[in-house]
């Protein structure tokens, strides 16, 4: 017999119709974006409920450099300043209550000051950042923190630090100058190596 399937039925045969073409494409991109949406979103629950990444120092213009000026008034309505606490290491942590990993790092925040209130060597400064002061001064006397928190009218303290986002810190020396500056979190005991290694000249 005479093989009548002309080569256009045969690459028909051999090629899935349209239809089924669409959905392996569908089902491949489908794959993709579990395939990144679970890293982000465990990325995600670990800010939300766990404990802060490690701290982590990034390049600043102001890093050798002194710190800009930080007076004003805090969320108890006392003045305060960064010139105050000069003679001491100064950690200046910018903080929302909005910001969940700030909220993450305020217990270790408190136990690096704690640590240090002590010998006096060291202190922290909260500079409040888009940020209602009331919300603030009711998450302080909730969560605990002794430090001054300095409302920044019109973010003029977080413009002058290069501030894009929170949380963000900055490690100032006795004399007044930027030793590094801290992206996203921090944890005490990344904290107290960083100021060993700024206080021994490593």
Sequence with gaps: MTDTTSPEATDAEQSPPPVVAGLRKTRNVLWIAVAVAVPVALLVLALANGEPAATRAVRSPLVGKPAPPIEGTTV???PASLAALKGKWVVVN??????VP???????LIRFSEAHQSPGD???MGVIYSD???AVKEFRDKEGGAWPMVVDNKSRIA?????AGVPESF???PEGVVVAKLLGGVRAVDLDQLLYRAKTGQ
């Design 132 to 134: 209602n002061a009331q």
């Design 76 to 78: 108890d309505g006392t």
């Design 102 to 108: 700030c909220r993450n790092e305020h217990p270790e």
């Design 171 to 173: 490690l100032v020396s």
């Design 159 to 163: 413009l002058d630090y290069g501030v």
């Design 122 to 124: 060291a202190a922290v």
């Design 94 to 99: 910018f903080f929302a209550t909005w910001c």
